[in-house]
């Protein structure tokens, strides 16, 4: 009894190892995968041992791992984790059973659980992720005549994300011109993430079924006296998970010509699996750059990388006319205070041809109070950020319409000089920032990031002014004697001054 107990034993271990090694080996399939990051395949090799292979997704293409172990009936490994600093490796597991495979990981916001059945090598070669070329050595893209002043108009994403469709888009044109937007400098109008079908036989993109025909609305558009933008990524997927334009970058740069486009958002989702350092970065956005030259069409050119790699060193060098500073901004005081005075500021080299885009605007949608809508337009015209709207047009209430088409605040926003205003005086939750204007004159803004109502009194030193001559108040549009320059700012609000005086 004891022998055949200890003989079962061995027998036992003996074969958990090979048992173990044939079942994971091969090549594993998943149909019906969640949309992100989409795996379509497992391959699984054993060469004496020594465990190796990768996970195939719609999103990152195969994505090798390490450190690859079998126990069991279970194969565990490390994958590279995306977009979270703090897990840059994550450890998955596939669990085989004699009717197939069960795979478990985590990457970056997902977590994904997914089935997959036994293939073959055909299937292997059928499910094949097809590289794209090598991307271009680096080089410079010269400056043009584009975006002399932060460019201005509406942006799909902040209010409609990918539910978004030709008649939406019309009706923001037509919006534009009826409530005066448009004369007030909001002059594009860009079609964010969801407008992606599939590709033809040829390869070239097309719309899906919300778009019929991108060039009868691109002509609508410009008959309103507007011009249009369009989104892409370098990444096989966009962020919303429509088809980007990996492996087809000069090919989706002259359709989005050949439509009629005037702008290109470049969006680098789940294309940062593949352009994972500064060096490849900086070459896949050159690589967009030189292709929308090549079309011969002027478009603006928008970098979307959330500030990765000191973007705003080398955007203009790529053709860049704008460049993402950070996240995507959301509706709210604190996300839109973080990004407006702490992230945006720490980018330079901004100026005329090329800008720090700290996100698009939420005024309108909401989710902030008057004084807080008053903060992010106050910010982000003393910091020349472009002013893209995100909102619905058509629900513009008057007081979100006053705040928008304020001349004078606008006029600071679009001030030929380029400077990028800074924070000069800091008190606590009280800050004064200040901007240089082309015509000698200083914008000053005085923010009060309390929660309760507080005074502030700018000086001409504020200004970097031996003297005040003049003082305006923008955001009240009155002029203010320099010697009454006292103002209580409520909470989360702001003041914002066009002042003169005697130079130093
Ligand atoms: C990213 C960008 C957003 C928007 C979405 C679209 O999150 O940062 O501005 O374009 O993608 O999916």
Request: aromatic share 10%; net charge negative; with cysteine.
């Amino acid at each position: 009894m004891r022998f055949l107990l200890v003989a079962l034993c061995l027998i036992f271990a003996l074969q958990v190892p090979a048992q173990a090694r044939s079942a994971a080996e091969g090549v594993w399939l998943f149909d019906n995968a969640p949309s992100y990051p989409g795996v379509t395949m497992l391959e699984v090799a054993n060469d004496a041992g020594a465990i190796s292979g990768s996970v195939t997704t719609e999103w990152y293409g195969p994505m090798t791992f390490e450190n690859g172990r079998v126990e069991g009936d279970t194969l565990t490994f490390d994958l590279r984790n995306i977009n979270d600093n703090a897990h840059p490796i994550r450890r998955w597991t596939a669990q085989f059973t004699p009717s197939g495979v069960k795979l478990t990981g985590d990457i970056w916001y997902a977590h994904v659980e997914q089935n997959g059945r036994r293939g073959g090598v055909k299937d292997a070669e059928a499910r094949a992720f097809r590289f794209a070329p090598d991307l271009p050595p680096l080089g410079t893209i010269a400056p043009d005549k584009l975006a002399a002043t932060p460019p201005m108009g509406w942006s799909s994403w902040n209010k409609f994300g990918d539910k978004i469709d030709d008649t939406t888009v019309r009706a923001m044109a037509d919006t534009l011109v009826a409530t005066g937007l448009r004369d007030a400098g909001y002059l594009y109008v860009n079609i964010d993430d969801g407008w992606q079908g599939k590709r033809d036989a040829n390869g070239v993109l097309q719309p899906n079924a919300k778009f019929p025909d991108m060039k009868a609305l691109t002509d609508y558009v410009h008959s309103k006296g507007l011009k249009i933008g369009i989104y892409t990524s370098q990444g096989p997927r966009t962020c919303a998970g429509y088809e980007g334009s990996y492996g087809h970058i000069q090919r989706d740069a002259q359709t989005f010509a050949d439509w009629g486009f005037d702008y290109l958002k470049h969006d680098l989702c789940s294309g940062e699996w593949f352009y994972n350092d500064a060096d490849k970065v900086k070459r896949s956005y050159y690589e967009m750059g030189l292709a929308l030259k090549a079309t011969g069409r002027s478009m603006l050119y928008s970098l979307c990388q959330y500030g990765r790699f000191n973007v705003s060193e080398w955007g203009r060098s790529v053709g860049g006319h704008l460049w993402r500073t950070t996240g995507d901004i959301t509706d709210d005081y604190k996300t839109m205070s973080d990004i407006g005075f702490e992230r945006n500021p720490k980018f330079g080299h901004a100026g005329p041809g090329g800008w720090n885009d700290p996100d698009m605007l939420e005024v309108g949608n909401g989710g902030m109070s008057e004084d807080e809508y008053i903060t992010h337009l106050t910010l982000w015209a003393i910091q020349a950020a472009p002013l893209i709207m995100g909102h619905d047009l058509r629900q513009t209430s008057e007081n979100a319409l006053r705040l928008l088409t304020n001349r004078d605040v606008i006029a600071i926003d679009q001030d030929a000089k380029g400077v990028q205003g800074r924070a000069v005086r800091e008190d606590g939750k009280l800050e004064i920032w200040r901007k240089e204007l082309a015509d000698g004159s200083v914008a000053l803004a005085l923010f009060n990031r309390g929660e309760a109502p507080a005074p502030m009194a700018p000086t001409a030193a504020d200004a970097n002014l031996a003297r005040l001559t003049e003082a305006r108040d923008l955001w009240r549009g009155a002029a203010v004697a320099v010697e009454e320059l006292h103002f209580v700012v409520p909470a989360h609000g702001a003041v914002m001054l066009r002042v003169k005086g005697d130079s130093i």
